[in-house]
Structure formats: structure tokens, C-alpha cells
């Protein structure tokens, strides 16, 4: 089993470790839902429990998605870029990916020079955190 993590290029140096560039995607609709980084130890965790863990480059550890909203990301397929130094997941959200309650954290688009909210908020943060 080792190949598969052989075959991802953690080679970007940030918050003092070496981390690939993880984009979570709507399995579904395809939309994206977010980008995070994650460490070796972070891609052998979501490949062994089928949910999504990362490196948080500010807090400089591991976390579980959803650890403390409960909004898990299911793995449906993993994949990798031709360098390897970046990873899509297909995955099943529960609830919303976003820690300010909106469902993907791409909810604002520029428009007109000007950024615009296109997405509705599914919670209330301080309802959660």
C-alpha cells in the first residue's frame, strides 16, 4: 500500500511541514467545496477511515473535518495531479464545508469589480463553534 502514498509529492513547505495541496469537490454536482493543505500523516488518515482529515499550516496539526461541527466529508474518489503535489477528493458533505456556514467556501464571486455573495449560508457559526 505503500505506492499510493509514495505516489503524492508533499513538496510544499508550510507551517513547518511538508504538505500537498488538498481541493475537496461536491462528488455530486461537482462544485468546490474548498482547498486545504495536507501532510503525509493527514492523506494516510483519510485514506484509512474514508473521511477527510487535513494540516492546518496555522494551528500546525492534523484536524478531522467536521471535528466540531459534524459536517464530515465522506471520500468517494481521490485523485492526483500530473506533479502529484496536488489532490482532489470527491466527497459527500454533510452540511456545509465552510466554518462561516455556507456550504462551499467559494461563496463569493467578483462581478462588475465587485464581490458578490452567491452562495446562502446553510448555518449560523456561532451556533456551531
Not at 508533499?10 to 482547498?35: N, P, S, W, Y
Not at 487535513?54 to 496539526?61: A, C, D, E, L, M
Not at 458533505?93 to 464571486?109: L, T, V
Request: overall charge negative.
Amino acid at each position: 500500500m505503500d505506492s499510493i502514498f509514495d505516489a503524492v509529492n508533499f513538496r510544499i513547505k508550510m507551517g513547518g511541514a511538508d504538505v500537498a495541496i488538498a481541493i475537496a469537490q461536491d462528488h455530486a454536482t461537482g462544485e468546490v467545496l474548498m482547498v486545504a493543505f495536507m501532510n503525509k500523516e493527514a492523506f494516510e488518515k483519510t485514506v484509512e477511515s474514508g473521511t477527510m482529515h487535513y494540516y492546518s499550516t496555522s494551528r500546525r496539526k492534523i484536524w478531522h473535518k467536521g471535528e466540531e461541527s459534524g459536517h464530515v466529508q465522506k471520500v468517494k474518489e481521490i485523485r492526483i495531479d500530473c506533479d502529484g503535489d496536488a489532490i482532489l477528493f470527491k466527497v459527500e458533505q454533510n452540511s456545509a464545508a465552510c466554518h462561516e456556514g455556507y456550504y462551499s467556501c467559494f461563496f463569493r464571486k467578483l462581478d462588475k469589480g465587485e464581490w458578490k455573495f452567491v452562495g446562502d449560508r446553510v448555518f449560523k457559526p456561532e451556533d456551531v463553534y
